[in-house]
């Protein structure tokens, strides 16, 4: 096998690239990016968390989530209302802007899945997924490891 067929991280990278690319476009529109969507899709499964639990279950920084939140908030797509126990803490709410494009949101991901997984039999993309799940626990676990240190 070639050096250019066993890296890994460079195909995980080219496809992360054009998926970037790809939902840069396609969520123009709605005047985010796709750093964005990423805290749409958690609030989506779960409305009213604070910006903390964003970050960490996105394994991003306070900073980086303040600015995505920011964005989402000035575009109309969530409210930040302090928690009445801890007034320090915001909680983010989706608003009806977001509830109502919500479907157009995952459609865009299922497409780029569909682009990326073209010719792919659903035993091939299952597996591909196992597999990628793994890569990413693998990653995880490697970086918490060495946060126990």
Known sequence: MSEQIKSVGKWVSIIERYGQMYLERKYQKYGIGHGQVKFL????????VSQDTLAHQ????????????QKLECVGFVRR?????DR??????LTGEAIKIKQE????????TDV????FSQEEKELLLEMLKRVADNAVDYFNELERR
Request: proline fraction near 2%; hydrophobic fraction near 40%; charge should be positive.
């Open 88 to 93: 320090r803490v915001n909680l983010v709410y």
């Open 41 to 48: 899709l958690l609030l989506y499964q779960k409305d009213g």
């Open 58 to 69: 996105l394994r991003m920084d306070k900073a980086t989530t303040a600015r995505a939140i």
């Open 81 to 85: 209302q302090p928690r009445e126990e």
């Open 116 to 119: 990326i997984t073209k010719g």
């Open 105 to 112: 949101v995952k459609a865009i991901l299922k497409t780029w």
